[in-house]
């Protein structure tokens, strides 16, 4: 019985038929009140004679505590059940009086807004405020009893729903407001001049008309708010609505123009600060990695002419080897790929910045990137020269060491080979013939000797002459010396 009575309903006339209920309930359990007492009487009866006769009456007992226990629990909830609706039935009366009353007298205003004046309808309105603020009051004193979500949420949707209304009568009045708004950022904004690429300038155009963007959002509402006001106006009256009409169409027109407007050239600005900030960006970055490519060369041709110095020239013949292995003009292309890749990247770029209207810095900007285009052509040549300067020298060193190094195991070995001819004694035909392969050695190993130790000295020679001041060539003087040495101990020797 108690499922049938539900949560306590917002509606007077549903209440007071649960009052109803909540009576017949009472006079229910008012009914099968002798039933209950008979009870009792007879578990008392029941339970004496149980006493008497030595057995347990815990079970009679219990059952007769849980009956009793419902019956109060059935019995107290019923009480507070009548209670709680003879409070819901006085907030509910009262509330649906205010909310009638307060209804018909903004429908009153509403139906007589074309005949008064704004100042009058302000009076009006401004009337209804403590009757509005009762019903509020009213409203969150009944969501406080009622247990239902459901029956919360219509009323509160029918005080929202009536707020609405009274608001919009109140936006209504402010079309006039709104449309003044709108002409002067209209006036505003026609004022702003040409779109500057420079940062500072760029950044402060961006955040202003992002501050006009988000005020036209703030009064996006109050605008939505006037368009439905003027078509329910339109929708309800039979004559003179062309003027309304007329307003409404240009009230709208001139909102969809200046937001479109707006957020067209906040989105261009954006966009055009993105691009500008990448390109001085990718700019700084350009010029950093030419400076670090003229650091490295100035260093290098710091070094001098490092073709004698000793110290270098294992070093050098290293270079060369690797030199050879990855192709030197692959490795020259390599250093340069990414500065000429970022300096196509820029050009796009400044492509980009420059289809915007009106922007004296591209100029500045595209000096920039010939000044670039000129520092990298003129470190490219640079680079070009001193590889094959480079080039050059590794073979001539190379060639020198090659060189070297086969004359002085020649050397050597005919130094060895001339200590195996035997004395020039014995009979005269050993004699012959020991003078006869000394002249052969002489002729076809010791004198192609003589030529090839020619050539290691002018290529030596040549090597010391062509150093700068300053380059170390004791180490390349002592080698030809000791080479000189061993050439001159075998010339001794076969003479």
């Given at each position: 019985m108690f499922q049938v009575l539900g949560p306590i309903a917002s509606e007077p006339r549903m209440v007071t038929s649960q009052v109803q209920?909540?009576?017949v309930m009472r006079d229910e359990f008012t009914s099968q009140q002798y039933l209950i007492d008979r009870l009792n009487e007879?578990?008392?009866?029941?339970?004496?004679?149980?006493?008497?006769?030595?057995?347990?009456?815990?079970?009679?007992?219990?059952?007769?505590s849980m009956i009793q226990h419902q019956w109060n629990d059935m019995s107290g909830r019923l009480i507070e059940r009548e209670k709680n609706l003879e409070t819901a039935s006085g907030i509910v009366k009262d509330f649906h009086k205010s909310l009638s009353e307060l209804q018909g007298k903004v429908q009153l205003v509403s139906d007589k807004f074309d005949s008064l004046e704004k100042e009058e309808i302000d009076e009006e309105l401004d009337k209804q405020r403590p009757l509005i603020t009762d019903v509020f009051s009213v409203c969150e004193q009944l969501c406080d009893i009622l247990s239902d979500s459901a029956s919360k949420t219509e009323i509160k949707y029918k005080v929202t729903q009536l707020e609405k209304f009274y608001s919009t009568l109140k936006k209504k009045i402010a079309c006039e407001e709104i449309s003044s708004w709108l002409k002067t950022t209209e006036t505003s904004f026609s004022h702003f001049g040409p779109i500057s690429a420079d940062m500072s300038k760029l950044l402060k155009e961006t955040e202003e008309f992002e501050a006009l963007k988000s005020e036209l959002s703030v009064h996006y509402q109050e605008y939505r708010n006037i368009q439905q006001v003027g078509e329910e106006i339109l929708s309800t009256s039979e004559i003179d609505k062309e003027a309304i009409k007329k307003q409404l169409t240009t009230l709208k027109k001139k909102w969809k123009d200046l937001n479109n407007d707006v957020s067209s050239k906040v989105q261009s600005l954006e966009d055009l600060f993105q691009t500008v900030l990448d390109f001085e960006e990718n700019l700084r970055d350009l010029q950093h990695s030419i400076q670090r490519l003229e650091d490295k060369m100035c260093s290098h041709d710091a070094l001098g002419d490092v073709s004698c110095d000793p110290v270098l020239l294992d070093r050098l013949k290293i270079l060369l080897e690797e030199a050879v292995a990855m192709k030197m003009k692959s490795i020259s292309n390599q250093i340069f790929y990414r500065p000429r890749k970022k300096k196509s990247g820029i050009r796009k770029m400044y492509e980009e910045i420059s289809k915007h209207d009106h922007i004296p810095e591209t100029k500045n900007y595209f000096e920039q990137i010939n000044t670039l285009s000129r520092q990298i052509a003129r470190l490219e040549e640079h680079v070009n020269e001193k590889e094959i300067t480079i080039a050059t020298m590794i073979t001539r060193i190379e060639s020198f060491h090659s060189m070297y190094s086969d004359t002085e195991k020649i050397t050597k070995s005919l130094l060895k080979k001339e200590e195996t001819f035997d004395a020039t004694v014995g009979d005269v035909e050993t004699i012959r013939r020991n003078q006869q392969k000394f002249k052969e050695f002489h002729s076809s190993?010791?004198?192609?000797?003589?030529?090839?130790?020619?050539?290691?000295?002018?290529?030596?020679?040549?090597?010391?002459?062509?150093?700068?001041?300053?380059?170390?060539?004791?180490d390349l003087e002592q080698k030809l010396e000791v080479l000189n040495n061993s050439w001159n101990n075998l010339q001794e020797s076969v003479s």
């Amino acid at each position: 019985m108690f499922q049938v009575l539900g949560p306590i309903a917002s509606e007077p006339r549903m209440v007071t038929s649960q009052v109803q209920q909540v009576q017949v309930m009472r006079d229910e359990f008012t009914s099968q009140q002798y039933l209950i007492d008979r009870l009792n009487e007879l578990s008392k009866t029941i339970i004496q004679y149980l006493n008497k006769i030595g057995l347990s009456t815990v079970k009679i007992t219990e059952q007769m505590s849980m009956i009793q226990h419902q019956w109060n629990d059935m019995s107290g909830r019923l009480i507070e059940r009548e209670k709680n609706l003879e409070t819901a039935s006085g907030i509910v009366k009262d509330f649906h009086k205010s909310l009638s009353e307060l209804q018909g007298k903004v429908q009153l205003v509403s139906d007589k807004f074309d005949s008064l004046e704004k100042e009058e309808i302000d009076e009006e309105l401004d009337k209804q405020r403590p009757l509005i603020t009762d019903v509020f009051s009213v409203c969150e004193q009944l969501c406080d009893i009622l247990s239902d979500s459901a029956s919360k949420t219509e009323i509160k949707y029918k005080v929202t729903q009536l707020e609405k209304f009274y608001s919009t009568l109140k936006k209504k009045i402010a079309c006039e407001e709104i449309s003044s708004w709108l002409k002067t950022t209209e006036t505003s904004f026609s004022h702003f001049g040409p779109i500057s690429a420079d940062m500072s300038k760029l950044l402060k155009e961006t955040e202003e008309f992002e501050a006009l963007k988000s005020e036209l959002s703030v009064h996006y509402q109050e605008y939505r708010n006037i368009q439905q006001v003027g078509e329910e106006i339109l929708s309800t009256s039979e004559i003179d609505k062309e003027a309304i009409k007329k307003q409404l169409t240009t009230l709208k027109k001139k909102w969809k123009d200046l937001n479109n407007d707006v957020s067209s050239k906040v989105q261009s600005l954006e966009d055009l600060f993105q691009t500008v900030l990448d390109f001085e960006e990718n700019l700084r970055d350009l010029q950093h990695s030419i400076q670090r490519l003229e650091d490295k060369m100035c260093s290098h041709d710091a070094l001098g002419d490092v073709s004698c110095d000793p110290v270098l020239l294992d070093r050098l013949k290293i270079l060369l080897e690797e030199a050879v292995a990855m192709k030197m003009k692959s490795i020259s292309n390599q250093i340069f790929y990414r500065p000429r890749k970022k300096k196509s990247g820029i050009r796009k770029m400044y492509e980009e910045i420059s289809k915007h209207d009106h922007i004296p810095e591209t100029k500045n900007y595209f000096e920039q990137i010939n000044t670039l285009s000129r520092q990298i052509a003129r470190l490219e040549e640079h680079v070009n020269e001193k590889e094959i300067t480079i080039a050059t020298m590794i073979t001539r060193i190379e060639s020198f060491h090659s060189m070297y190094s086969d004359t002085e195991k020649i050397t050597k070995s005919l130094l060895k080979k001339e200590e195996t001819f035997d004395a020039t004694v014995g009979d005269v035909e050993t004699i012959r013939r020991n003078q006869q392969k000394f002249k052969e050695f002489h002729s076809s190993e010791v004198i192609p000797l003589s030529k090839q130790i020619v050539e290691v000295n002018k290529i030596g020679q040549g090597l010391i002459q062509s150093a700068t001041g300053g380059v170390d060539t004791t180490d390349l003087e002592q080698k030809l010396e000791v080479l000189n040495n061993s050439w001159n101990n075998l010339q001794e020797s076969v003479s």
